[in-house]
């Protein structure tokens, strides 16, 4: 984001692949409790080289960047002219599993005993300390915790045991362990991470690292057995917008369990709130018991700007410039 004159909020520009220029209209909300918004000219601009990003928010170039790399954000606190904010969000990365690959790499996969190995051999408060942080959370749920009808009481909490792990592969038939693929298409060290502790219990995973939609395509095709995956929810606080994307029977649902969809189907037309999350309790004790994912960690998003603005964060990770002011 780039300071400029106050002018109106509207937007006066889109440049494909470079940016949105937006205006204040000042008559937009004009009754609004809110307020009228106080930055006249918001000037968005695509950086997609996070080192450049930087650099230019250190010279003054921009004035306010996000998705700042969690090992940066100290560096960047110490300094008089910048401010640093970390928050958690709806987003949540979990490791998925097909179950209807017959490949070698894929075969162990439709037992679910080694679905749950992978979920005990992932330590989540390790990751969520020295790689996530800033306000991170382990997840246990195929859906954000604090989501309308995220009902975990079903759930099964895998915590981290390696032996546990161990001990399932052994049960399932595979006490070395088996060479296996794993995709991903973001944050290549949380990937990494997770081959290592696979890695640990015997499940020794090779690394291909692509593009989203490749890597959707190899999931819903059953190329890719395994993948590190993760979902935002469109920024809607309710569990439909995850769980229903993924186990509704369609699109990204990869497992297509009939007892998952058809409760996701009753809890989606039930009006009444408490019988809605009994009914999704049920579909994710279903899928939690049947390991059809890893859920991991809550993302948390690190923001860096200038230290004269006021800025708000949000777990919906969408940034209210309307609600932001210069100091």
Not at 50 to 72: F, H, K, N, Y
Not at 121 to 129: E, F, K, L, N, P
Not at 275 to 280: K, Q, S, T
Request: proline share 6%; aromatic share 12%.
């Amino acid at each position: 984001m780039r300071r400029s004159a106050p002018a109106r909020i509207k937007v006066v520009q889109v440049i494909p692949g470079q940016g949105v220029t937006m205006e204040k209209n000042p008559d937009y909300f004009k009754e609004s409790p809110l307020g009228q918004p106080k930055i006249g000219k918001l000037n968005f601009v695509v950086i997609r080289d996070p080192e450049t990003r930087l650099a230019q928010l250190m010279t003054g170039q921009v004035d306010w960047i996000w998705r700042v790399p969690s090992d940066q954000t100290e560096a960047l606190s110490s300094m008089p002219n910048l401010a640093v904010k970390s928050g958690e969000t709806m987003r949540v990365g979990f490791v998925a599993m097909s179950i209807h690959s017959d490949s070698p790499e894929g075969k162990p996969f439709q037992d679910v005993r080694v679905r749950q190995a992978v979920n005990y051999a992932i330590d989540r408060q390790s990751m969520v300390t020295n790689l996530v942080k800033g306000g991170s959370k382990p997840v246990y749920t195929a859906c954000f915790r604090e989501q309308v009808a995220c009902d975990a009481s079903k759930v099964v909490n895998y915590p981290f045991d390696p032996q546990k792990a161990k001990q399932l592969l052994a049960e399932a038939g595979y006490p070395n362990g088996f060479d296996t693929d794993i995709w991903a298409y973001r944050e290549r060290d949380y990937a990494e991470a997770i081959i290592g502790y696979l890695r640990q219990v015997g499940i020794r995973a090779r690394l291909h690292y692509v593009q989203f939609p490749v890597m959707a395509d190899a999931l819903i095709s059953g190329k890719a057995p395994m993948a590190f995956n993760t979902w935002g929810s469109f920024s809607i606080n309710d569990a439909t917008a995850f769980t229903t994307p993924y186990f509704g029977g369609k699109g990204n649902d990869i497992w297509k369990d009939p007892e998952v969809t058809n409760t996701l189907l009753k809890a989606d037309e039930t009006i009444n709130t408490q019988d809605r999350a009994a009914l999704y309790a049920t579909a994710l004790g279903r899928i939690s018991s049947q390991a059809y994912i890893a859920p991991l960690f809550s993302y948390s998003t690190h923001y860096a700007f200038t230290s004269d603005l006021n800025f708000q964060d949000w777990p919906d990770e969408l940034p209210r410039f309307a609600l932001s002011s210069w100091k």
